[in-house]
């Protein structure tokens, strides 16, 4: 049984190198890059708050309804550029931005004013190189479509993605983060996605390594010299 075990044990742990490398590895990384930085939080600018009143709020509304609007489950007002906005969201409708000032529609935004949205929430003084309109999810982005990913020339290769339905930020990506997403998917083994634990390559790989585990376990005691000892006593004793 020893024997078999050792076989199944060592052929095994060879075959395992590779993913167990990816775990430890991708594990160190994560233990080490501080997840508010992966993020990008630390770069997200303060903005103070800008409270609406009932009575702005209220005739806001009626002019938005005098627009035409379509009704909807759920009403959020908020300041979007310094000026009050209100999304309507509910239903099987994409959610639709609404300036409560004229009550014209604003959403999809243009490029333009999500450029604008994402100057303002980044820290720094670097302006957008670039901006692009998002139509399908990504490993890196999975958030609300269409949006525009707008890029920043800050050393970081930082992208900020705006949703065109909202106008809210929905996600902040740096090199750092793309790095950390690399490690991921080779710690969960979805080259494709990185985001499926349920992969076979992942099922078989933890399978074969829990097989590692119970045949070292196995072969502790004759590793330990228990099994040599038993013999030596066996021979004393029929001596």
Known sequence: MTRLS???????????AVPIL?????GLFFAIAPIEKVRSEHMS????????SIQNAAVGLSRVA???AMPGEKIELRTM?????ALVSGGKDRPRLYDLESGVQLSPINAGTAAAIAERDHAGD???IRVEQVTGNSPEYRGALPAWRVDFDDGANRSLYVAADTGAVAARRSTLWRVFDFFWSLHILDFKEHEDF?????IGATALALVVIVTGIIMFPSRLGYNSWRRRRRRAREG
């Open 6 to 16: 050792a076989k199944i044990h060592k052929w095994l742990a060879l075959l395992l």
């Open 198 to 202: 349920n992969t076979p390559l992942l």
């Open 45 to 52: 600018a303060e903005a103070a708050p800008s409270p609406i």
């Open 66 to 68: 005098a627009s035409g």
């Open 126 to 128: 670097q302006r957008p």
């Open 22 to 26: 990816f775990w430890f590895v991708s």
């Open 81 to 85: 550029m310094e000026r009050p906005v």
